[in-house]
């Protein structure tokens, strides 16, 4: 049994509301009784058994792993992680009637991306990580904003992409299977990368947490 997250993308923003509760009764009727919720942005933590490559980050991509912890158990193998966020996303849709789109990470994939943030933390900037159910579109999100299309075939280690605009300080940085991003707090909507973010290239494929937040999924 593999412990997965479910991030769910653009829940309790423009019109589309989806209650703590609400959404543990939906993941409920899925087969994921015990399902447990973090925060209000839509983040599920869950157990379910893949009977193929139970991925990563990007709904399919990426190594087995995680932990059953005090997860919910889902009822029932599928056949792959794809074949699970598919299963979630059309519950989501017909529950709360919405087009929904998530991002299926494995729970020992996010211990990874945990330890892998590149950057210093501090009081005056926001850490954030940028998942994706597509690794092609986070590279292009990178390309888009720093004119570095990332890591090379075979590449595990992160690197740094490049500032988007030194007089803004931010920074972004290859993961494995995510982006790092580091802005000055108080410009997490209005400095280049977050508005090249919340375009409608890449509204159904990325979702960004805080890492305090990600954090609380471990």
């Known amino acids: ?6 991030l769910l993308r653009g829940v309790n923003v423009n019109g589309v ?29 869950f157990d379910a058994e893949v009977t193929g490559n139970a991925g990563g980050t990007g709904n399919g991509d990426g ?12 009822t029932g193998p599928v056949p792959s992680a794809q074949s699970l966020a598919e299963r979630i996303e059309s519950g989501l849709a017909e529950r709360f009637g919405y087009d929904a789109h998530i991002v299926l990470v494995s729970a020992e994939h996010i211990s ?75 410009r997490s909507t209005d400095t280049p990368f977050a508005k090249r973010a919340a375009s409608v290239r890449f509204r159904a494929t990325t979702t960004t947490r805080n890492l305090n937040t990600v954090r609380k999924f471990v």
């Open 1 to 6: 049994m593999t412990g997965w997250v479910a």
């Open 17 to 45: 509301t989806v209650k703590s509760v609400d959404l543990r009764a939906a993941f409920a009727s899925m087969g994921f009784p015990d399902a447990k919720t973090v925060l209000a942005s839509g983040n599920v933590l």
């Open 63 to 74: 190594d087995a792993g995680g932990s059953a912890d005090e997860r919910g158990s889902g």
């Open 112 to 186: 990874r991306i945990i330890a892998g943030y590149p950057f210093p933390e501090d009081d005056d900037h926001h850490a954030y990580v940028v998942f994706g159910s597509d690794r092609e579109a986070l590279a292009a999100l990178a390309a888009d904003a720093t004119g570095d299309s990332g890591p090379r075939s075979g590449s595990a280690a992160t690197r740094t992409a490049g500032s988007i605009a030194d007089n803004q300080g931010e920074q972004i940085a290859h993961g494995d299977g995510c982006l790092y991003w580091r802005c000055p707090k108080g």
